[in-house]
């Protein structure tokens, strides 16, 4: 797992308290080399809401 990776994960786990099943099921059907799908794959799967979504996005644009 790439770092980057890792740190968003470590966001959606600790800041937005998605579970780490819901995280596993969304890495498991996207490639891991594009980290940056994962929000999208999450909200496609209804796994997070679009407020929730909105706050990754922010949190992508502050780390990016």
Request: hydrophobic share 50%; glycine share 4%; aromatic share 10%.
């Amino acid at each position: 797992m790439t770092t980057f990776l890792q740190k968003l994960v470590g966001f959606l786990r600790d800041e937005l308290a998605i579970p780490a099943d819901s995280i596993e099921l969304a890495m498991r059907h996207h490639p891991v080399d594009t980290p940056h799908l994962l929000p999208m794959v999450l909200w496609n799967y209804g796994l997070v809401t679009l407020e929730q979504l909105d706050l990754i996005f922010d949190w992508l644009e502050r780390v990016a």
